[in-house]
């Protein structure tokens, strides 16, 4: 099924969609993730162009989310646990108990490990950071509504695969998945 979507986009650049996106480091991302949670991509973009608007046309440091009222934050239409979530990842690289250089020399099962001790930080946000900072080669997000749906579609299933299905579905992509995952997210806006 992945060879087939190969074949028919040859010139496909898995990687097209963060043009569209703000520049954004390991924090950055983290921030892009959180508010990405339970909302689409286009839902995504408009909050963060709302929370940038909030510091000057940038997304914040972390250092400017804390010292920004959290209503600041949640003026830019983000809920109190988003907010809450953004600032105690603030202040993990506030304080430098996470950094981008630290984390870029972790196994992926540790980043997932390290960053999930953080309240609202969960395995789809983890996943979305190791794709989208780190360039990741072999991450699949099983809990991705869109991904389920597109596997869905493609593989002919009478069902909403569960999680436990995409994992098992994506095993023979290795050591390829974040690419195969990225032609299947392509295919619900074809």
Do not use: N
């Not at 983290?30 to 949670?37: S, Y």
């Not at 950071?129 to 080669?137: Q, S």
């Not at 569960?162 to 290795?174: F, N």
């Amino acid at each position: 099924m992945i060879g087939q979507l190969i074949d028919a986009h040859p010139d496909f650049d898995p990687r097209a969609w963060l043009a569209e996106l703000p520049s954004m480091d390991a924090f950055g991302t983290l921030i892009f993730q959180i508010v990405g949670q339970q909302l689409s991509i286009q839902a995504t973009r408009r909050l963060l162009t709302r929370l940038r608007d909030q510091f000057a046309g940038r997304l914040p440091t972390p250092r400017q989310v804390l010292d920004a009222d959290p209503h600041t934050l949640h003026a830019a239409g983000l809920s109190r646990r988003k907010v809450q979530t953004i600032r105690a990842v603030a202040a993990e690289f506030a304080s430098e108990r996470i950094t981008e250089r630290g984390l870029r020399a972790m196994p992926d099962a540790e980043i997932e490990a390290r960053l999930t001790t953080i309240p609202g930080i969960g395995p789809w946000t983890v996943h979305g950071f190791l794709i989208i900072a780190l360039g990741r080669d072999d991450v699949v997000l099983p809990g991705d509504l869109a991904l389920r749906k597109a596997i869905q579609r493609v593989y002919c299933l009478d069902h909403l695969p569960s999680q436990e299905e995409v994992v098992q579905i994506a095993e023979p992509w290795r050591p390829y998945r974040t690419l195969a995952s990225a032609y299947l997210f392509a295919t619900a806006f074809e």
